[in-house]
């Protein structure tokens, strides 16, 4: 048994608004010196597979087809083995 | 010409659909519940606005794998008119049917009234009983309708002019102030190279009849019952 931790966000080339704004809001807190934020999604996943590669592979595919839109946004994913 | 306008659970513009199309249009239509595998013998497909599957993962992005829409695509390949409106065409972004994606309201608001739109190519299926650069006035109802593609993209849809509306003033003129969501380009509607397949935010069925303040969408199903004569 696997489980993946799929993160997703914007693309770097595309205005993130909902970022902006919580960028904004931290700035207004006092956190002057935030300079950066993208807000994204996560994905958890529990996969029977059969050995890594696969899994790998397979969240691949899940995320190309269906869980991210690849024209706005991108991912990275952690697989552990989990008993 | 006869019309299916197809029902997504969470589909909440398929009535004033069919409303506009029987009883303003007097045109033959029937609804298409979504698990349906075939569409029945009709010409014009609508995908309505609302929130399909409630706007789960990313609009439109879970209604593409309803059972209709191997139909749909179907109908669409065989160069048969396809409107999608607000979630419609989030709905043929999501199919691939037309390219790019949409992104949240720049104002991170839903925005709900009368918007003008200019159009930009009045040779279309869609738009034939328009003038090139005429403005009409029909609202817009949708929180993420911010429509973003790749430059490549942006310059064939240019070329080929199939961006059919963009946000404007009144007056027709474009600008930032008239854009109502941040939209690239301010792209209102934007269709297929083949030209078959409209997908725009405003909704036209909510202008079809005087009472309801602007008639302007009505020019727009006109133009595709002309297009059948």
């Known amino acids: ?83 | 010409m006869k019309a299916a306008v197809v029902v997504f659970p969470g589909s909440n513009c398929d009535s004033d659909c069919w409303h506009v199309l029987n009883d303003a249009m007097k045109t033959k239509v029937q609804y298409v519940w979504h698990k349906e595998l075939n569409l029945p013998d009709i010409d014009l497909v609508v995908l309505p606005g609302g929130f399909s599957y409630g706007d789960y993962l990313r609009t439109g992005a879970v209604a593409r794998f309803s059972p209709i829409m191997n139909s749909v695509r179907e109908h669409a390949k065989a160069g048969k008119p396809v409107i999608g409106i607000c979630n419609g065409f989030q709905i043929l972004l999501e199919t691939g049917l037309l390219p790019g994606a949409m992104l949240r309201n720049r104002t991170l608001r839903f925005v709900c009234k009368f918007i003008h739109l200019r159009t930009e190519n009045s040779k279309t299926v869609f738009t034939n009983r328009l003038s090139s650069g005429e403005v009409l006035r029909i609202p817009i109802a949708h929180g993420e309708g911010n429509y973003f593609c790749d430059e490549k993209t942006l310059e064939e849809l240019e070329a080929e002019k199939r961006i059919v509306f963009r946000y404007s003033s009144e007056a027709g003129k474009l600008g930032d102030e008239f854009n109502p969501n941040g939209a690239l380009s301010h792209i209102a509607g934007i269709m297929n190279k083949e030209g078959n397949v409209l997908g725009m935010m405003p909704h036209p069925e909510r202008s079809s009849e005087a009472i309801l303040s602007s008639d302007d969408g009505r020019k727009i199903w006109e133009s595709i019952l002309n297009s059948f004569k």
């Open chain 1, 1 to 83: 048994m696997f489980k993946a931790k799929v993160d997703v966000t914007l693309k770097k080339s595309v205005l993130d608004p909902q970022g902006q704004t919580v960028l904004q809001a931290l700035h207004s807190l006092g956190f002057k010196h935030v300079e950066g934020l993208r807000v994204g999604k996560h994905f958890e996943l529990m996969l029977h597979s059969s050995n890594r590669a696969k899994a790998e592979s397979d969240i691949k595919v899940m995320c190309d087809r269906l869980l991210i839109n690849p024209i706005i946004e991108e991912y990275s994913f952690q697989l552990e083995e989990v008993k």
